[in-house]
């Protein structure tokens, strides 16, 4: 509810011709180890609505921790355009995003192939699914944008996206 009053608000500073051309970027999640579900508009245009940005942190936080981070906005905008390119409205389905200090410590002590500075550290990093869209269409559609890091988990059936420097794996 306050993430649609924030966008009246903004909606009223806009000059009445901006009004109309301005988008509201609207995400929705399915956290798979919490069961959680957040739909939320995060952004009206460039102008980022703080509240909406504050409930996606705690959502996206380390669910073992319970610690939280402020996720990069440039990565929601990467999740947004990439859902956008594929022509999708739907679900994303979140494994993992921010992991604290401990929790990355933890997996890869446990040999997953986690890295040690990985980007989940710096809350730079989501790994999903979308629903209704197969991973490798998921990949492929992150990989043209050349906006980060692009990883394909074809056995666990997920897509690493991050802010880092572009690359795939």
Not at 137 to 154: D, F, P, S
């Amino acid at each position: 509810m306050i993430g649609a009053i924030a966008i009246a608000a903004i909606a009223l500073l806009l000059p009445a011709e901006s009004a109309y051309s301005v988008s509201e970027k609207r995400l929705s999640f399915y956290h798979t180890h919490t069961q959680k579900t957040l739909e939320i508009a995060y952004a009206f245009g460039d102008q980022y609505i703080d509240s909406a940005l504050d409930e996606i942190n705690e959502f996206l936080g380390d669910f073992r921790t319970g610690d939280a981070a402020a996720i990069d906005r440039e990565l929601l905008d990467f999740v947004y355009a990439v859902r956008q390119a594929l022509g999708s409205t739907q679900t994303f389905e979140v494994i993992s995003a921010y992991r604290s200090p401990a929790t990355n410590e933890m997996l890869r002590a446990s040999g997953d192939g986690v890295a040690r500075n990985s980007q989940h550290l710096l809350a730079k990093a989501i790994d999903v699914r979308l629903r209704g869209t197969d991973t490798m269409q998921l990949r492929n559609a992150a990989i043209a944008m050349k906006r980060g890091g692009v990883g394909y988990y074809e056995k666990s059936d997920f897509v690493h996206l991050d802010t880092g420097r572009v690359r795939t794996w």
